[in-house]
Nanobody, 122 residues
Framework: VQLQASGGGLVQAGGSLRLSCAAS????????MGWYRQAPGNQRELVAV???????NYADSVKGRFTISRGNAENSVYLQMNSLTPEDTAVYYC?????????????????WGQGTQVTVSS
């Protein structure tokens, strides 16, 4: 499984960016895709996640400003980020997660993209 993320960049506070991610490979159709971010000195944190059934969840810090959506293409996800603040500065990572069940169990599989830098200047 491979994930390709794009759309990061430098933007002024109050501006907007749109991140895109496409996953390819052997992915179970029932899955979740999400965006996580990691700022220097901080742990990676969840930003937003959306299931293949279009159910979504957001971190409290981005609710009302960010919107996650699934694309028409299978296993693609977008993150529309509005009203950006310097606190949103981080490397943003795309993730796909699914369970694959067999006679030996139902392990969870996690795959990550390479990360895209988002920098918000004040």
């Amino acid at each position: 499984v491979q994930l390709q993320a794009s759309g990061g960049g430098l933007v002024q506070a109050g501006g907007s960016l749109r991140l895109s991610c496409a996953a390819s490979g052997s992915i179970i159709s029932s899955n979740s895709m999400g965006w996580y971010r990691q700022a220097p000195g901080n742990q990676r944190e969840l930003v937003a996640v959306i299931t293949s059934g279009r159910s979504s969840n957001y971190a409290d810090s981005v609710k009302g400003r960010f919107t996650i959506s699934r694309g028409n293409a299978e296993n693609s996800v977008y993150l529309q980020m509005n009203s950006l603040t310097p606190e949103d500065t981080a490397v943003y990572y795309c993730n796909v997660r699914f369970k694959y069940c067999s006679d030996s169990g139902c392990p969870t599989y996690d795959y990550w993209g390479q990360g895209t830098q988002v920098t918000v200047s004040s």
